[in-house]
């Protein structure tokens, strides 16, 4: 849940950072190390490498950050904090980097006569640790976790140690300054649901403009393919409900598989809470919605109700920062995954087209086999990737939505424990040591395929392949499913003939969302805890979990995707969506306010 900081928290001062290079450069590079990390002192050659060709256009910057357990890495940062002058500092710093060997007392006492290091006063010895404290302090604050790390211009770098990729960096290129961009736009929390409501307005706009016809028709192309006088074709929306937002399920039904084994949910203490909010936020709704709305064409349509949408309620929760504490952030997003899993049930039930068998049974098979390869222990994805196609395209066939294909799915990829790193990495330093041995040829053409398999094989131990799937799929989810969802299914033209005779619909949806969601979820939170079945966390307060609730009637996503199984008629589908988006704005605006004024009250002492 924490985002990690990757921008340089304390700015470069010339008069206390140690500093190669003119004040006026192009290029500040910022290293945190260690005199005892053998990391460091390899990538020492290689940013002596990069100032020699980058002049006077790089200011070098050293900070400290002697790993932790290692008392010879403090007292050589205390070394050379004891220097009494920038060039006797720069000389101790080379000779420790370049000792090529483990640092011991008498490396550090030799290293001290040679420099001319002697000032070992009260005065010089507070000094030395006022500054290690300094930049312990830094790196923490910019997320360094690791040593050697680098910073370049304030942002952190990611990429290899190796002077071409720190160069190419340094440098700017194009290719390195969109990873960067992209990189850190994704790390920004309320960046996908930005993206997802933005989206949301393009549709909205261009389905109010002069373009509304030619962009209604981009969503009613056919497209497929034809083979042996068979085809198979779909329009393009519903390449996108059907097909694309199969992948969204996928990442769900990951998260959740993930929650219940080594997340919040995985124990009855932590799960009791969110469970107990979850179906509170669940039923009310649906309720309320079939209260108002008891029989009729339009009564199938409580489903839309009772769904959160978690990417936008996550995004506004990070937005207002220490407002709202993080046990508060996962609380709603627990949840949300087991408010995920009450949606899907709902959609596979009651949402699927006419049943039939033949296909059904065919999608039973294959879920047989992807057991088969689970229990066998086969940790490859692609085998699993393959009969999710083909479970995708039964699941299709025998009137079942699509898209819960991607939850079958994602509970048969396989998990596995956490791996033995000592192990792993050890293996990967006997594979270096031996490829070492033939440097000439390492240089020349790179480590030995046998090499790199074996370093393929650790890489893929490193995380499970649930793990690795959900790694990969989630930004695919977040930044290209999600927003061409919004644009196919979002857009509505305002007007009041399309909302014409449509009041009770809209006010049942409205109800639901607005008033179903944060009343059934702090209400069933408040039963499950007097009950004895739940404990809130002290950490946030009753106001605050009322407020995260009326949030979580942010439908949106699901809402839409609800609304255009159980609404066919264009109409009624329209009149949904308009009272989907206000009801949602309206959740966002009430549960911001009640958290945002909460959070002041709480950090002056109210009630908790």
Not at 32 to 42: E, K, L, N, T
Not at 85 to 90: D, G, K, R
Not at 309 to 317: C, E, G, K, R, S
Request: hydrophobic share 50%; glycine share 8%; proline share 4%.
């Amino acid at each position: 849940m924490h985002q990690m900081n990757t921008r340089l928290d304390r700015a470069v001062d010339e008069n206390y950072d140690h500093v190669l290079g003119p004040s006026d450069a192009p290029i500040t590079l910022v290293e945190y190390g260690s005199y005892s990390c053998r990391f460091c002192q390899a990538a020492n050659d290689r940013i002596g490498e990069i100032r020699t060709e980058f002049g006077d256009r790089l200011r070098y910057v050293f900070r400290h950050r002697p790993i932790p357990g290692r008392d010879l890495a403090r007292k050589a940062a205390e070394l050379v904090e004891r220097a009494a002058t920038p060039e006797q500092f720069w000389q101790a710093h080379v000779k420790l980097m370049e000792c090529g060997e483990e640092i011991t007392e008498e490396k550090l006492a030799a290293i001290a006569r040679q420099v001319g290091i002697d000032d070992t006063s009260e005065e010089a010895t507070q000094r030395s640790l006022r500054r290690l404290d300094s930049d312990w302090r830094s790196a923490t604050a910019s997320g360094v976790f690791v040593t050697p790390t680098f910073f370049i211009n304030g942002h952190r770098y990611e990429g290899a140690w190796d002077g071409v990729s720190l160069k190419d960096a340094i440098e700017g290129s194009l290719g390195h300054r969109v990873r960067t961009a992209a990189l850190e736009f994704a790390r920004w929390a309320p960046s996908a649901g930005i993206l997802l409501l933005l989206a949301s307005l393009l549709a909205v706009i261009l389905s109010n403009s002069g373009w509304a016809t030619h962009f209604e028709a981009l969503w009613d192309t056919y497209w497929g393919v034809t083979a042996g006088g068979s085809d198979f074709k779909m329009s393009l929306r519903h390449w996108v409900n059907d097909g694309l937002l199969t992948i969204f399920f996928l990442v769900v039904g990951l998260e959740i598989k993930r929650e219940f084994t080594v997340g919040h949910l995985a124990s009855r203490q932590t799960a009791a809470l969110p469970i107990a909010a979850a179906i509170g936020g669940l039923l009310l709704p649906a309720l309320l919605y079939r209260v108002l709305i008891p029989n009729g064409p339009w009564a199938h349509g409580w489903g839309v109700v009772m769904s959160t949408d978690t990417a936008f309620a996550i995004a506004l929760i990070a937005m207002m920062g220490r407002r709202v504490p993080i046990e508060l952030r996962i609380f709603l997003t627990a949840a949300a995954i087991v408010d995920d899993i009450g949606a899907i049930v709902v959609v596979a039930i009651f949402y699927s087209a006419k049943l039939h068998l033949g296909w059904l049974g065919a999608a039973a098979a294959v879920t047989g086999v992807l057991a088969l390869l689970n229990r066998s222990h086969v940790y490859r994805l692609p085998p699993y990737l393959f009969l999710g196609v083909l479970l995708w395209f039964c699941v299709l066939s025998g009137g079942v939505h699509a898209t819960f294909a991607g939850v079958i799915l994602a509970l048969f990829i396989p998990t596995l424990p956490p791996p033995n790193l000592n192990a792993l990495t050890a293996q990967a330093n006997a594979i270096f040591v031996a490829e070492s041995r033939h440097s000439e040829e390492v240089l020349r053409h790179g480590p030995s395929t046998p090499a790199l398999h074996a370093l393929d094989a650790i890489h893929d131990r490193l995380e499970s392949p649930a793990d690795r799937l959900l790694r990969r799929a989630a930004p695919r989810s977040s930044y290209l499913v999600l927003p061409l969802f919004a644009l196919a299914n979002a857009g509505v033209t305002v007007s009041s003939a399309a909302l014409h005779g449509h009041s009770q619909l809209m006010l049942a949806i409205a109800v639901g969302l607005l008033l179903g969601k944060p009343i059934g979820i702090t209400l069933a939170s408040f039963a499950a805890v007097k009950l004895g079945w739940a404990v809130k966390p002290p950490e946030y307060s009753w106001r605050q979990l009322a407020g995260a609730g009326a949030l979580a009637g942010i439908g949106f996503t699901m809402s839409l995707f609800i609304a255009s199984e159980a609404f066919l008629i264009p109409e009624d589908f329209a009149a949904a969506k308009v009272a989907i988006f206000g009801a949602s704005i309206a959740s966002a605006v009430i549960g911001v306010a009640i958290l945002w004024n909460a959070g002041k009250t709480d950090a002056n002492g109210g009630t908790s």
